[in-house]
């Protein structure tokens, strides 16, 4: 208590003296701020008187507005110093009379088209500049004086403090050594608490240890531990229901026997995660595309991860394994993209209806007045304008099959020939809703694609343009080939409108299931399975929106690699 008594009185002066050295700085930097001030009027008002344009006035307007605040902050902060509240209050006059008497007499002739070029007014102006420079000269010299004062006296303090811990120190050192003696008797008693609090300790890691094994009999997921050498050491209840196999069955036995993983499409084994976790050392996943066999030989589709198990060194000295099936997940996941290209076509069906009726409706017309008195001159004209219909007919009916008719590998798609059968199976729409097309497509731009999928991603984006700039709005659809020649080459497709744009709380969204500004006319699938359909063929889909009246509108970039490694996760 002595020694914190001390030290408290100690610090306390320090503190407070180092307070008023920070009084000090404060005071200086607030005269250099007001200095600036004057100075930015002195610069803006000599601009002016030389130029005349108001332009130069800006910074004399804007230190005007302000130094009056800064003089009264400034007179604040020296309020406990009488000779400093004397310089600041001579500064304030002398800085109103070169305000008062000079700036604005000079800024009143220049405006009234005079000149205030006389020697005598200038040499008026610098003389009472002179003198509020000064004013600031003083204050600042003052303030500077009490610092070196007070740091000065907050060394003597520091030194003091030193000084009296020293001697603290050895005072107290005496006494400590007399404790240690006197508390060696009891080393003996503390050596068997010590024991004592081992065992308890031992008995905590036990109940912990008992904690965990309960946990993860408990967890809906598969795990299962390995050694360092991949030889399998714990298995939990779901674990083993997934794989088939037992705890007694599996213990000790290698991982790839028990945990057997292979791709989905093709059956080849991939890498376990435990050869994965040992190489890259650090925690891994497997790819959404991985099938695990089990024990009797049946499928399911898995999720997992694997992490090593560290010891005090960093050293790997284990491997845990956490998978779950997903077989019913991907299910689902199947059946929402199924959904959502029934929901396409319902969306287009009227279209194509139209589409198709009316060149049939010209066919039957023909065929009528080939019946009734057409010349011999005539008959081939009509002829051939039926065949043209119909050839119409049959290139619609083609890009209607093509939008839903998948192959069963990526071939070579020609992006202009998908967009333009997207663009007739839309025409239609695109009437109903006054809604104008450009388009800037060159040939060829050709990606290894499935022709299908990359159809229901510009049906789905091209008719959220026309919906969002409807009636009277204009779509561009514009496509070409970048990076050529490098890894990174491919098609970039941009579809872009001028209707109200997207919020941006909105546009964050935009890309989650089910998320929808359509209400009852939308899934809330579209652009996620559309996001899918990209990633699955390595690409991405961009969204930028601008609701600014100016500049409102929404533009869609889709680039697809040239020859991309297909990923068969189609969500994200």
């Given amino acids: 208590m002595i020694t914190a008594g001390a030290l408290y009185l100690q610090v306390r002066g320090a503190n407070e003296t180092v307070r008023l050295i920070q009084d000090n700085d404060a005071n200086i930097t607030q005269a250099a701020l007001v200095a600036k001030l004057v100075l930015d009027q002195e610069s803006g008002l000599r601009g002016y008187q030389a130029t005349g344009d108001e332009r130069f006035l800006t910074e004399f307007r804007q230190a005007e507005s302000t130094i009056q605040g800064e003089l009264d902050n400034l007179a604040t902060a020296v309020q406990a110093d009488a000779n400093q509240r004397y310089n600041v209050e001579d500064l304030r006059n002398e800085y109103q009379n070169w305000h008062d008497a000079f700036a604005l007499p000079i800024m009143a002739t220049v405006r009234a088209g005079g000149t205030a070029n006389d020697v005598t007014l200038n040499l008026y102006g610098k003389t009472l500049m002179d003198q509020v420079r000064q004013d600031i000269r003083s204050i600042t010299q003052h303030a500077e004086a009490a610092r070196s004062i007070r740091i000065e006296q907050w060394h003597r303090q520091v030194r003091n403090t030193v000084e009296a811990l020293l001697a603290i120190a050895l005072g107290m050192g005496v006494l400590i050594g007399l404790f240690t003696r006197s508390r060696l008797k009891a080393v003996s008693s503390a050596y068997r608490t010590s024991l004592e609090v081992l065992s308890r300790r031992a008995e905590e890691i036990f109940q912990s240890e008992q904690r965990l094994r309960t946990t993860l009999v408990s967890i809906g997921d598969g795990v299962i531990t390995c050694d360092a050498e991949g030889r399998i050491q714990m298995m939990n209840p779901v674990a083993c229901d997934l794989t088939g196999w037992t705890q007694a069955e599996a213990h000790n036995r290698p991982l790839e026997d028990v945990f057997h993983i292979v791709n989905e499409s093709t059956g080849k084994a991939v890498e376990t995660p435990v050869a994965k976790v040992k190489r890259l050392r650090s925690v891994v996943g497997v790819a959404q595309d991985t099938a695990l066999i089990r024990k009797n030989g049946t ?151 499935f022709p299908a999928e990359l159809r229901q991603v510009f049906t789905n984006l091209l008719a959220n343009a026309a919906e969002a700039c409807s009636p009277g709005g204009n779509i561009r659809v514009s496509a070409c080939y970048t990076n050529a020649g490098s890894p990174a080459a491919g098609a970039s497709i941009d579809i872009q409108d001028n209707g109200p744009g997207i919020p941006q709380e909105i546009l964050s969204q935009l890309f989650q299931p089910f998320f929808t500004t359509k209400g009852e006319n939308g899934t809330g699938l579209g652009l996620w399975v559309s996001k899918g359909i990209v990633n699955k063929h390595g690409g991405s889909i961009n969204i930028v929106s601008s609701t600014d009246s100016a500049t409102h509108g929404t533009a869609v970039t889709v680039f697809l690699p040239e020859k991309p490694a297909f990923n068969t996760v189609e969500t994200n």
């Fill in 299 to 449: 499928r399911i589709l898995i999720a997992d991860s694997g992490a090593p198990i560290r010891d005090q060194t960093e050293e790997i000295i284990g491997i845990v394994l956490v998978f779950r099936d997903i077989t019913l997940e991907r299910r689902t996941q199947e059946t929402l993209l199924s959904n959502e290209k029934l929901a396409v076509t319902g969306r287009l069906a009227a279209t194509i209806a139209h589409e198709i009726h009316n060149p049939l409706d010209a066919v039957s017309n023909l065929l009528y007045l080939m019946r009734n008195g057409t010349s011999q001159e005539e008959f081939p004209q009509l002829i051939d304008m039926a065949e043209s219909e119909l050839a119409r007919v049959t290139q619609i009916s083609r890009a209607m099959l093509g939008l839903y008719r998948e192959s069963r590998a990526p071939v070579s798609v020609e992006i202009k020939s998908t967009l333009e059968d997207v663009l007739l199976l839309m025409e239609h729409r695109f009437l109903e809703l006054q809604v104008t097309l450009h388009t800037d497509i060159p040939s060829p731009v050709r990606v290894h694609a």
